[in-house]
Nanobody, 127 residues
């Protein structure tokens, strides 16, 4: 079992930046691919970014490409999402998720592929 806790959300003006963190605890001795998802009110949960468990491969949705950066520090069991040039449409609850994988290069971009989820952190971008 793996527990995920997100932090770093908050209220920011358009054009600003935030860094989200996702700390894993529990059975972290295995390799986990990690993803960041978000869900805005009335909308479906969508993939934002993902990273393989070694950190060498990443994925970004078109809506955040060039503005967000995902990274991980496996020594700290932490995955980060650096968000820049934030827009009001980035407002959502952001969730991190972890997927067990035997393939160190695997990246997962759909919610059903993930095994563990955090509780979410609210990001609000004002115009």
């Amino acid at each position: 079992q793996v527990e995920l806790v997100e932090s770093g959300g908050g209220l920011v003006q358009a054009g600003g930046s935030l860094r989200l963190s996702c700390v894993a605890s529990g059975r972290t001795n295995r390799g986990y691919a990690t993803g960041w998802f978000r869900q805005a009110p009335g909308k479906e949960r969508e993939i934002v970014s993902a990273i393989n468990w070694s950190g060498g491969s990443t994925y970004y949705s078109d809506s955040v490409k060039g503005r967000f950066t995902i990274s991980r520090d496996n020594a700290k069991n932490t995955v980060y999402l650096q968000m820049g040039s934030l827009k009001p449409e980035d407002t959502a609850v952001y969730y991190c998720a972890a997927a067990e994988s035997l393939n160190p290069w695997a990246i997962f971009t759909t919610a059903h592929e993930y095994d563990y989820w955090g509780q979410g952190t609210q990001v609000t971008v004002s115009s």
